[in-house]
């Protein structure tokens, strides 16, 4: 037995030796990063279908699943490295919870920065042919032809921004508060294996039921990203001006609604759970079974 | 054994003393309400989208993938703590068929009406800009614009009173026959830790089989307080006068089918279950296992 | 031990005593009924919600889902006591492929015609009020308002009886050859317990491929049981008539469709099917550990 | 131990001698047919009732459903045999990484080559009257009744070749990529008997996102077979002509978008798997296990 572990721990070692990157932070800033590309190229590229196809590649609700199954694979290519938030509000309020260190926070806004900024540059790319086709050429915020929605969002023209702050602050507090028990293991968590789809079907009601104010970005690092991207691709500053000053709302609500949401989750239900008696015995004899 | 037993049962004690909440009754409430809240919100919030956006935000569809995908969150929400009825209708079959005892009744329809009380609350905050420009500010339940079907339901203009009862008979009865299936662990229930989806994926087939006579109500919790909301908030007592006096039948007609579909299951299928031999012969093993 | 049994079995013999029907024929027949009662009754009012709405509940997708999932709650409340075949085509290559006794299938057959006969009156019992609001009280079977389609599959206007007879077969074909793998262990079946919902997905799937030219009867209990209510409930004999007497072709295509696929899977996958090394000595050391 | 291991061996041979088919290459290439030409007739079913429905039976999202569920069914038909690649660049990519050995990818591909054709060859046979009745007997690969893309591909007008070249190599990037996640057992895999479904949904997902351009073929083998096919079939050499030549840009960019996907994949994610402690002594535990 002893030799076994030594030996075990010496391939260990040997593997390490060999590994192309030892530094722990790079392996989870190259997965947050990769797993936010995937989630926006889904994403951004269902709008950009929906928009330039003029309702003939799928509607409002093909968005909506865009970005839901989007969201389902980028958990799939981050899942058990970096958790795969892809949303700076998801890491602030895990932070605050005590689920990551707040030293990898910047870290975490970093990658999903990096890699929403990327796929911006990606879809633009993929669909730089059909977006000048359908605008004529004119890069444009807002008007018949607005182009600029495909990147970032932007509110209703009835929202005022008091209106859009708190439609961001609930979207998010939905969204935290069912993550929070989508993974709580002493209630009806998903289906071990099924977490990237039940998040994902999250994402989808969400953008069914709470996205029609304002696009539901419900995320900082997916909707700035992009946004920046189109002030350099073309579309200017109106991106920054555009309803009366709106891209801030999704940087500063976001992570206000998660901590809401997540905290109701906490007070109202988690911290009432008890430990049953059966489930107690069981533990026992597990324990009894280890120390055997 | 014996000492086992008792360390672990003063640690619960232990535990209880330094626990927030002793009471369940607190703890099955607390759940029952938010569960609700969180079903209602994403429910109504996808119907408040499809009125006020006029087809741009998704169609009728996404209000059966609204509610139920809501339900879905729901369940995840409340589901082991208080088993997430969020329904009246099934609190009180459950009653009926001795899995719920009759003294948490009111317990578990006052948690929902809190729960969905709020939640329309929460919509018509989110959606108060969305809905004012939509109808003008003039807030009506019946004519082109209106707005009061966003919170409760109401039939349509063809449907007779008895004949709406009969639809909200039948359309409850599905859901709990269904329901004793999906939980039936001697036919064929849903996986373990899919049950959210499952409901949700029932309930979404209930609004597109049997949801254009009157809404799909098929819960009297659900269709009660956004309606006592709306009267409140200024739409007035038409709320109650609309449709010949709808508001009540979706109070009484889903008890009677809920109860009616559960004990169609019971008569047809349940009773004939037979423990099979194998069957008998795992449980004696398990039995055998416990005494030991 | 022993008397363990004994006790066991003295309990059993008294479940059997009490319980109301003994009869296994009952019990699966009563069983095949209910779920095919399900499934036609969520199928059927889909299509009525669709026809009654013009286009305001629901599209043509709706009556994908609506028999999707409808056949996925069948699954749920009949699948383990009668198998849940919902169809008479199913059944007859059960029978064929040794997999249900040819002394079972008139039973079944005709379990399925009574629970099918029997949603189709529900169905118009629910729908009374939109059916005669749609049509102006003018029940046909062709024509801008024609209703019957709403209960049995007629052809589209284009297609030829043998061209029908075609689809038919290839439809149930694609049905029965991936039912097969569905439930094929040697190969990638559905994950146990997610059955229902892979059966409900692929009967999806076949209304979205295979279903305008004739409405994807697939399955002949389904297709004549409603024909008869609508030929009896007022449409008249044009149920019959309509299409150049098309609706022998659901009873006659099927059976031949479902034997060709499934068989087909018999031949190019099931047959080849060889145990791998590593399987048997699972299956080995199985045993071993049963005998010891 | 060592009498168990031989009898084993023998009755393996028995079983080998009755085996109707021992060749392994022949059981192989009859899965991965028949689950191409199952993926392709419900996929190529579906466009075409889109296209002869005409808006009645089915929107573009139906065509999204019709590849993706068709792909989740063949993985379910070819799944554990050949794998159910479906898709040359896939198995191209599986060579290129070492999944496959080179030796089999003629196979895969002209197994691939030969259910697709045979599936394009269904649907005609099962659309023929549809597609005759709706372009008045006229086929066309242009034109406002053009019918060549129920079966291949054919770029959008304001499509460029090298931007439809970029659009086919990033799209099966995105299919490889995250292929490689869901089957990584040291991330975040589809769970275990869920791959058909989770694949399917990648499908979908590309569908909605990445669709619009040149309607996703990311795959040579789906896309070459049906364009032949049509020449034959009466579409004639415009299907080679149309869209200045496109039929060769679904069949290059594929296999450099898979190797490009997966190794992007493999760099940034797969290479830096580390075993965790307690991966190792499970492991190392088994290893215990099957030694004694």
């Not at 040997?14 to 936010?36: D, F, H, I, P």
């Not at 700076?88 to 900024?117: D, E, H, I, N």
């Not at 069912?178 to 039940?198: F, I, R, T, Y």
């Amino acid at each position: 037995m002893k030799d076994l572990v030594q030996s075990v721990e010496l391939g260990v070692s040997q593997r390490k030796r060999v590994s192309g990157l030892k530094n722990e932070l790079v392996r989870v800033g190259l997965a947050e990063s990769l797993c936010t590309y995937v989630m926006m190229v889904f994403g951004l590229g269902s709008v950009a279908q929906v928009v330039t196809g003029q309702g003939e590649f799928g509607q409002y609700i093909s968005i909506n699943l865009g970005f839901g199954l989007g969201v389902a694979m980028g958990v799939h290519v981050g899942g058990k490295v970096s958790g795969a938030h892809m949303n700076a509000a998801v890491s602030f309020t895990m932070c605050t919870f005590g689920r990551l260190g707040w030293k990898m926070l910047p870290l975490y806004v970093f990658a999903q920065l990096f890699g929403s900024f990327l796929a911006a540059a990606t879809i633009y790319g993929v669909y730089y042919e059909a977006i000048h086709d359908y605008c004529g050429g004119n890069l444009t915020v807002t008007g018949p032809k607005a182009t600029a929605g495909i990147f970032a969002t932007y509110p209703a023209p009835y929202l005022s921004l008091h209106a859009g702050f708190i439609d961001q602050v609930i979207g998010t507090a939905m969204l935290l508060l069912c993550l929070m028990a989508l993974s709580d293991q002493k209630n009806k968590p998903a289906a071990a294996g099924s977490e990237p789809v039940a998040v994902g079907l999250l994402v989808l009601l969400i953008g069914i039921s709470l996205g029609s104010n304002s696009g539901y970005a419900i995320n900082p690092t997916r909707d700035i990203a992009p946004r920046v991207f189109t002030a350099i691709a073309g579309w200017g500053g109106d991106v920054f001006r555009s309803g009366n000053g709106w891209w801030w709302v999704p940087l500063v609500a976001p992570p206000i609604g998660g901590i809401l949401g997540a905290g109701l989750y906490k007070v109202l239900v988690e911290m009432h759970h008890q430990p049953e008696q059966k489930e107690r015995l069981v533990e026992e004899f597990e324990e009894r079974l280890a120390l055997e």
